[in-house]
Nanobody, 120 residues
Framework: QVQLVESGGDLVQPGGSLRLSCAAS????????MGWYRQAPGKQRELVAT???????NYADSVKGRFTISRDNAKNTVYLQMNNLKSEDTAVYYC??????????????WGQGTQVTVSS
């Protein structure tokens, strides 16, 4: 099995910064793309940012210039640096990973989510 564990969510004031981390563990052969998604109350889950194994990134328009996704392949960890946070960034943030297990097909895995609240 594969587990994704997020950390770093918190209550922060508008204009502040947070860094989310997500560590993957288990019977991992290779991790392909990793990403962050978020879900605000009453809304559908939406893509925030993704990063390929080679480091190519993609961002939602709403976070471009404020958020930076990165990964440490040696640690099977993905990060999301969030700067200049706004109230509309308030949501539960979920980590996602496209994982290839040894002798198994690739599958998508999700973390349990971490709450980010932006409020004064």
């Amino acid at each position: 099995q594969v587990q994704l564990v997020e950390s770093g969510g918190d209550l922060v004031q508008p204009g502040g910064s947070l860094r989310l981390s997500c560590a993957a563990s288990g019977s991992i052969f290779r991790i392909w793309a990793m990403g962050w998604y978020r879900q605000a109350p009453g809304k559908q889950r939406e893509l925030v940012a993704t990063i390929t194994a080679g480091g190519s990134t993609n961002y939602a328009d709403s976070v471009k210039g404020r958020f930076t996704i990165s990964r440490d392949n040696a640690k099977n960890t993905v990060y999301l640096q969030m700067n200049n946070l706004k109230s509309e960034d308030t949501a539960v943030y979920y980590c996602n990973a496209d994982v290839e297990r040894l002798f198994r097909a690739r599958n998508d895995y999700w973390g349990q989510g971490t709450q980010v609240t932006v409020s004064s």
